[in-house]
């Protein structure tokens, strides 16, 4: 069945630094890809996503490039900040799947000031 | 306007009872979702309706979890005979359609502890 498998956290980075989370996918049909973020105390909310192969997602300073080639959608961003501490979870909906969402298992990031 | 609401935000239960789970979506969204999260898990899939109607309910994990959705809008999530691995966050998400092409949009969950 479909599948997603993503980088185990925690991540821990100094403000300004660098991000990625690594993403890669199984599926059987040709699914579209998610990255949904959860704030501390707040909900799920969807941050970015891509339908198509070589869709580029991207919101709030964040992006993720769909790479068919790779099975891969990971999340990047150049400047992290304190504020970008949440916990990110992968996710896909696959219409060869009945369209469920099927998540990762979330990557925490905490971003030190 | 208002977001996804589910009630009770927190439940404490002994093993073996009934439990009913409640999730107002957004006005106006026809999809449904229900999920369970684990401690240190994404949300799993547990069942999906269109309308009235449960489009997909693959994801229950036995005969015990059943969901009803009787006038399109309001959806209750119904536990018999509870047990210790049951405990979860059981969240809600309502969108205008289905989840590839239509956002999601997710209630604050509810916290189920079966003791």
């Known amino acids: 069945g479909d599948s997603v498998t993503q980088m185990e956290g925690p991540v821990t980075l100094s403000e300004e630094a660098f991000l990625t989370i690594n993403c890669t996918y199984t599926?059987?049909?040709?699914?579209?890809l998610f990255w949904y973020v959860q704030y501390p105390g707040e909900g799920l909310q969807l941050l970015l996503k891509?339908?198509?192969?070589?869709d580029k997602g991207s919101n709030k300073g964040f992006e993720a490039t769909y790479r068919k080639e790779t099975t891969s959608f990971h999340l990047e961003k150049g400047s992290v900040q304190v504020s970008d501490s949440a916990v990110y979870f992968c996710?896909?909906?696959?219409?060869?799947?009945?369209?469920?969402?099927?998540f990762g298992a979330g990557t925490r990031l905490f971003v030190k000031a | 306007g208002a977001g996804v609401s589910q009630t009770p935000s927190n439940k404490v239960t002994e093993k073996g009872k009934y439990v009913e789970l409640r999730c107002d979506p957004i006005s106006g969204h026809t999809a449904l979702y229900w999920y369970r999260q684990s401690l240190g898990q994404g949300p799993e899939f547990l069942i999906y309706f269109q309308g009235t109607g449960a489009a997909d309910d693959s994801g229950l994990p036995n005969d015990r979890f059943f969901a009803v959705r009787p006038e399109g809008s309001v959806s209750t999530l119904k536990i018999q005979r509870t047990e210790r691995g049951d405990s979860a966050v059981y969240l809600c998400?309502?969108?205008?359609?289905?989840?590839?092409?239509?956002?999601?949009?997710f209630g604050p969950g509810t916290r189920l502890t079966v003791t």
């Open positions: 998400a309502s969108s205008l359609g289905l989840a590839g092409s239509y956002e999601q949009y």
């Open positions: 599926a059987t049909g040709y699914p579209s």
């Open positions: 891509a339908t198509k192969a070589d």
């Open positions: 996710a896909l909906s696959d219409p060869a799947g009945g369209f469920k969402t099927i």
